[in-house]
């Protein structure tokens, strides 16, 4: 079993930066494709950004030049670096591990609450 821990949430300003981090632990059993996902209040939860085993990186066109995904898999750990935060970023922000090997299984995180306030 893997557990997910997530941090670095909390309130900012308009414009500015929050970093946050998602951190593994347990029978971590091949390296995972990381995703980020947020969920506004009364909204459907969104894919934020992706790294793939491979190290390719996909984001959202909401957040493409203002966030950063990036990992260590030497900590099987996950980040996400976010700029330029605007108030519509308000949102419970998810990390979420996929594994393929050895079987299909997937992990959440607790998620972290980040506002921005304008």
């Known amino acids: 079993q893997v557990q997910l821990v997530e941090s670095g949430g909390g309130l900012v300003q308009a414009g500015g930066s929050l970093g946050l981090s998602c951190d593994a632990s347990?029978?971590?059993?091949?390296?995972?494709?990381w995703n980020w996902y947020r969920q506004a209040q009364g909204e459907q939860r969104d894919l934020v950004a992706s790294?793939?085993?491979?190290?390719?990186?996909n984001y959202a066109d909401s957040v493409k030049g203002r966030f950063t995904i990036a990992r260590d898999n030497a900590k099987n750990t996950v980040y996400l670096q976010m700029n330029s935060l605007k108030p519509e970023d308000t949102a419970v922000y998810y990390c979420?591990?996929?594994?393929?090997?050895?079987?299909?299984?997937?992990?959440w995180g607790q998620g972290t609450q980040v506002t921005v306030s304008s």
């Open positions: 347990g029978r971590i059993p091949s390296k995972p494709k």
């Open positions: 979420n591990a996929v594994f393929t090997f050895p079987r299909e299984t997937n992990y």
């Open positions: 790294i793939t085993a491979d190290g390719k990186i």
